[in-house]
């Protein structure tokens, strides 16, 4: 029979991780009971929800059986089972998106640790086999199939025989080597402990014949007459999970180490959890759920490819494995389990979204969600610094989406530069250190937080001893404009219009000092055309000469952000720029004495002092030849 080939990806993965050097083979037994239990899941959830299915709760089981002579060790379930189809469709590709990202991730660092950052679910089976054997009848079918592969060389499916509906993993122990002892798994007991170690919560009964040693009468008598007693070696069938799934368990029970552990497992994720949520809730809706906070940013969070959701139960069924109704998009990080009994098993798809239980369940989980952050923040606050590393993108960007929808939420879970303190504050610790006479929140906004100290314009800010918040990320801008204002104070960008800072009288010698240089101020703008809107004496310059300034809702920075995303709706978008020019700067006096001996060397230092300013603004020169012939030109005056 010929045979089939996996699907290109999944071929060079599989021969990635055949020959890595592996540190976790073990994790195999966990994936392939997890897929069992999925399975079971899966049929339970149609005796459940279609009446057609009979299939009693307490007959599902897991069997995980080993042969010493054959070296091969057995999974077995009775769930939904494969036809033909699924197999050709499941087996033959790698389930989990976004594999290639690690397969790069692999080829930079050879001995990064593919499952245990990843996972690649059923093809772990090849971490110890060089043979798998799946043999499997999907429930309602009578033809039953089996599945063979050596590895990343293809793969067969041929008709077979299977009494009941299920499926058996059949893994072909490799031989052992001078590296590797493979038969250790051939042993009941380092088995079991396997099975408990990363299974013991699976919801469905593992069962495994465990040897035991039992000191039992042998039926002689002994000397005195009593009756002699032996070791003797029996096998039992045992369940050997304690089947409860975490979550059901009590605090007193379960320790944060053990949720940590569950979460490092369930969620495939290679660093603690910086908090394990416990809610055990009664009331309108009753519902237990086990949430927890990532550490790092899965590879993945921030493209399209990522899919939020908490797990979905229904008194320990599965109803849903990424249910985004359950958790506020804000929090999209957050990974999790939810169950309730009070949920009906139902319940389709769509009316999930609009069920008010659920909603009842989303709005408390919100709330605990964020006093967990602000506990952080006030008692952990490098933890927490850690975090804000991988998601503050996402709590800003949460600001912004929905017109601001949940601002309030999450504007005390922010951190923006401080420039005085050159670390990290919350808009509350900028507010309660502001002086009492300073009347705006100022922020500089430029492509990182270096760039944003050195605007010209945070001179006069500084200078009157205010800080200054420094934007380095595009969302920056954006999450203040829609707060607009912190406790009673706006936020205001030192690049834009009125910063507030001048006295009445100090504003009355700006203007006055505007209306004396009138005439080579104007001369400049029409020098410039419509490149400027305007060209004004700078009331923030103390040092430098120049600086771009504008007028409206739209900066610098947001000018570039729009140019940067795809879509042409956004291109046109422009910030309405000013130049500002300091006139008690040397440049702005030979500016004016050129104008009055020589216009044209004056219109080319007009034109020097606009590139000038949009230079250190960190914006792109529309002419870069023309500014360089005109610096050049200088040279030669
Ligand atoms: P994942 O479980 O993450 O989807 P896997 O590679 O582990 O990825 O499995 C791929 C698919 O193969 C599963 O989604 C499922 O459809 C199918 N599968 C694997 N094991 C079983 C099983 N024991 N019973 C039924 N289907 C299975």
């Excluded at 952080?376 to 996402?394: K, N, P």
Aim: net charge negative.
């Amino acid at each position: 029979m010929a045979k089939k080939q996996f699907k290109a990806e999944s071929k060079q993965l599989l021969n990635l991780m055949i020959n890595s050097i592996y540190t976790h083979r073990e994790i195999f037994l966990r994936e392939i009971i997890s897929n069992a239990s999925d399975a079971i899941d899966k049929l339970h959830y149609r005796s459940i929800s279609d009446s057609g299915v009979n299939v009693a709760r307490e007959d599902f089981r897991i069997d995980v059986s080993y042969d010493k002579d054959a070296r091969t060790i057995t999974v077995s379930d009775n769930g939904i089972g494969m036809t033909k189809e699924d197999m050709d469709a499941n087996l033959g590709v790698i389930a989990h998106s976004g594999s290639l990202d690690f397969k790069k991730e692999m080829e930079e660092n050879a001995d990064v640790d593919i499952i245990g950052q990843f996972g690649v679910g059923f093809y772990s089976a090849f971490l110890v086999s060089d043979k798998v054997t799946v043999r499997s009848k999907a429930y309602g079918q009578d033809q039953a199939w089996e599945w063979t592969s050596e590895g990343a060389d293809g793969y067969t499916i041929k008709e077979c025989e299977k009494d009941s509906w299920g499926t058996d993993v059949i893994m072909h122990l490799r031989p052992d080597d001078e590296n590797e002892q493979y038969s250790e798994y051939l042993d009941s007991y380092r088995l079991r402990d396997l099975v408990k170690k990363y299974s013991d919560y699976v919801r469905w009964p593992i069962h495994m014949m465990v040897e035991h040693e039992d000191y039992v009468e042998t039926g002689e008598k002994d000397e005195n007459g009593e009756p002699k007693k032996d070791w003797v070696t029996s096998v039992r069938d045992e369940v050997v999970n304690s089947m409860v799934p975490i979550w059901q368990r009590g605090r007193d029970e379960v320790s944060d180490e053990d949720c940590k552990k569950f979460y490092k497992e369930k969620f495939r994720d290679w660093e603690d959890p910086v908090s394990v949520i416990r809610v055990n809730a009664e009331g309108l809706v009753s519902y237990r759920a086990m949430l927890f906070i990532p550490k790092v940013a899965p590879f993945n969070f921030y493209s399209r490819d990522y899919e939020p959701g908490l797990e979905l139960y229904s008194s320990g069924v599965l109803i849903m494995d990424k249910c985004k109704d359950l958790l506020p998009d804000c929090f999209r990080f957050v990974k999790g389990v939810v169950d309730s009994p009070d949920l009906s098993l139902n319940i389709s798809r769509e009316m999930l979204q609009h069920d008010r239980q659920l909603a009842t369940i989303r709005s408390n989980l919100e709330k605990k969600i964020k006093a967990e952050l602000t506990r952080l923040l006030e008692e952990e606050r490098e933890t927490y610094e850690e975090f804000f590393g991988h998601f503050g993108a996402q709590i800003k960007y949460g600001i912004i989406q929905d017109y601001g929808m949940k601002a309030d939420l999450l504007k005390d879970l922010v951190l923006f530069q401080s420039f005085d303190k050159d670390k990290l504050v919350t808009l509350r610790e900028y507010r309660d250190a502001m002086p009492e006479d300073q009347p705006k929140i100022y922020y500089a906004a430029a492509e990182s937080v270096a760039r944003a100290k050195q605007v010209p314009q945070t001179e006069q800010v500084r200078a009157k001893g205010y800080d200054i918040l420094l934007f380095g990320e595009d969302m920056d801008e954006f999450a203040v404009k829609t707060l607009r204002e912190y406790d009673g104070k706006e936020f205001c960008d030192v690049s834009g219009g009125d910063l507030g800072l001048e006295s009445e009288d100090e504003k009355k010698a700006s203007d006055e000092r505007q209306e004396s240089e009138r005439e080579v101020l104007d001369f400049v703008k029409e020098t410039l055309g419509d490149r400027v809107v305007d060209v004004r004496v700078s009331r923030t310059l103390k040092t430098h000469a120049v600086c771009l300034s504008t007028e409206g809702d739209v900066s610098l920075e947001m000018e570039k952000y729009f140019a940067s995303i795809p879509g042409d709706e956004n291109r046109g978008i422009r910030a309405k720029r000013v130049l500002e020019v300091n006139v008690d700067h040397p440049a702005y006096a030979a500016l004016k004495k050129a104008y009055a001996e020589d216009r044209e060397r004056a219109k080319e230092m007009a034109e020097i002092m606009y590139d000038q300013a949009v230079l250190i603004a960190g914006m792109p020169l529309d002419d870069m030849l023309g500014y360089s012939d005109r610096v050049f030109r200088l040279f030669g005056q």
